[in-house]
């Protein structure tokens, strides 16, 4: 079974500080990817790789945004310094590459006051 | 860039009724993939029911099932018999196909409520 699993569930943390979310695929895939959902906005792409290469991060808001690969079990996503604008509920994914279906973690809310 | 746009923000139905949401999208491609996600308010992404192109053929998952027609751009989906665990968002999704397509493109999402 396809599984992600993300940390940390909730995060609340105060403006200008870094925050960190974490991301583990618990099985095998090509490609993760990074999603944000907020009312206003819905979810949106915010980066993806492809065995462990960014492919296409210009969904990333801005230079505060940062994400690693560093290998196929483990991905970041960093911001630095946080805002109050990005505060949502962040999510990791992973795709079968014979179906296109893609696996979610049950994802990280950030509040950030 | 494709889009994806789901007209009604809200829906309710009683259980056991069938109740349909509607999807349309816009792309100029001819093989994608086509996908309805549900998410509870546990807030995880649960894919309901898939659909490729190419495929005539409608989709059906047990009480889901989509109509897809390719012509018009649209893909809806229809919940059968209703269910109180069926209340939630549900969002269409589109993804090219083949190695430059594989971004999950969102809809807005519709909230249903299931009443008993």
């Known amino acids: 079974d396809a599984g992600v699993i993300q940390s940390p569930r909730h995060e609340v943390t105060e403006m200008g500080q870094e925050v960190t979310l974490r991301c583990k695929p618990i099985?095998?895939?090509?490609?993760l990817f990074w999603y944000r959902q907020t009312m206003m906005r819905g979810l949106e792409l915010l980066i993806y790789?492809?065995?462990?290469?960014?492919?296409?991060d210009s969904g990333m808001p801005e230079d505060r945004f940062s994400a690693k690969m560093p290998n196929a079990s483990f991905s970041t996503l960093k911001i630095q310094p946080s805002e109050p604008r990005d505060s949502a509920v962040y999510f990791c994914?992973?795709?079968?590459?014979?179906?296109?279906?893609?696996?979610f973690g049950e994802g990280s809310r950030l509040t950030v006051l | 860039a494709q889009t994806v746009t789901q007209s009604q923000p809200e829906m309710s139905v009683q259980e056991a009724e069938t109740v349909t949401l509607s999807c349309t999208y816009d792309?100029?491609?001819?093989?994608?993939?086509l996908f309805w996600y549900k998410q509870p308010p546990s807030r995880q992404m649960i894919l309901v029911i898939r659909?490729?192109?190419?495929?005539?053929q409608n989709a059906t998952e047990n009480r889901f099932s989509v109509n897809f027609q390719k012509a018009a751009k649209s893909f809806s989906l229809k919940i059968s018999d209703s269910q109180l665990g069926d209340t939630a968002m549900y969002f269409c999704?589109?993804?090219?196909?083949?190695?430059?397509?594989?971004?999950?493109?969102f809809g807005g999402g519709t909230r249903l409520m299931v009443k008993p």
């Open positions: 994914a992973i795709k079968n590459g014979d179906t296109g279906e893609l696996f």
């Open positions: 099985s095998g895939h090509d490609y």
């Open positions: 790789f492809n065995n462990n290469v960014p492919i296409d």
């Open positions: 792309t100029s491609e001819s093989n994608y993939y």
């Open positions: 659909q490729e192109a190419y495929k005539q």
């Open positions: 999704a589109f993804m090219n196909w083949g190695h430059s397509g594989n971004m999950l493109t």
